[in-house]
Structure formats: C-alpha cells, structure tokens
C-alpha cells in the first residue's frame, strides 16, 4: 500500500543512512522500524513494591496490650 509520510529531514536523512548501511530499502526499514515499535510491550511507570521488615524479639508491654 502507498502512503505519505511528513518527516523530519534529519529523521528522513538518518533513516536513509541506516537503511543503506544495513542494505535495505527505506521502505523496509521504515516496516521493521513500525513492526518493532507495534510489536513492543507498552511501559507503565514503575511498579509499586512494597518492603516488608520483619524483627525477632517480643513486643513491647504498651504494644501488648492496644
């Protein structure tokens, strides 16, 4: 299917470049580039995790007794 693309010129350029030292086409490269960045699991901020610490020894008489 043909489509246009609008693109930067360096992002443009920087895509040629690598496409040709890769020995590919653009086209090409623009697929594989989409396919990886489809393909990729979306990132959520940084998980919760919670710290458990745990002492030996007993609890004090106030605690005891709340």
Known sequence: ??????L???VLRHARERAARDGVTLTRFVENALRAKLMA?????????LRI???????????RHL
């Open 1 to 6: 299917m043909k489509t246009t693309l609008n």
């Open 53 to 63: 610490t745990t002492v030996k020894g007993e609890a004090s008489a106030q605690r």
């Open 8 to 10: 930067d010129d360096q």
């Open 41 to 49: 699991t979306p990132r959520k901020g940084p998980g919760f995790k």
